[in-house]
């Protein structure tokens, strides 16, 4: 079993700056990969960015160049840096962890960017 606990959300202006966290407990080298996902009101959740337990990283095209996923060096936390925020980057930020066998997802938080 895999837990996560999000953090970093809020308002931001738009061209502003936003870091979010994501820290796992539980099972932790059950993790195969981990990532972000976004759903923004009357839209569907999508995919935003992902990393492996390998370091291999994957964008969504609309955020490629703004937004970098890493990991901490025990792999139990990964972040989502985001630069140049638009307001189109306005959802709620839900975190992920897949083993290959269960999907866990973190509790969501609120990312505003106001134009």
């Known amino acids: 079993q895999v837990q996560l606990v999000e953090s970093g959300g809020g308002l931001v202006q738009a061209g502003g700056t936003m870091r979010l966290s994501c820290a796992a407990s539980g099972n932790i080298f059950s993790i195969n990969s981990m990532g972000w996902y976004r759903q923004a009101p009357e839209n569907q959740r999508e995919l935003v960015a992902t990393?492996?337990?390998?370091?291999?990283?994957n964008y969504v095209d609309s955020v490629k160049g703004r937004f970098t996923i890493s990991r901490d060096n025990a792999q139990n936390t990964v972040y989502l840096q985001m630069n140049s925020l638009k307001p189109d980057d306005t959802a709620v930020y839900y975190c992920n962890a897949d083993s290959g066998v269960t999907v866990y997802w973190g509790q969501g938080t609120q990312v505003t960017v106001s134009s």
């Open positions: 990393i492996t337990s390998g370091g291999k990283t």
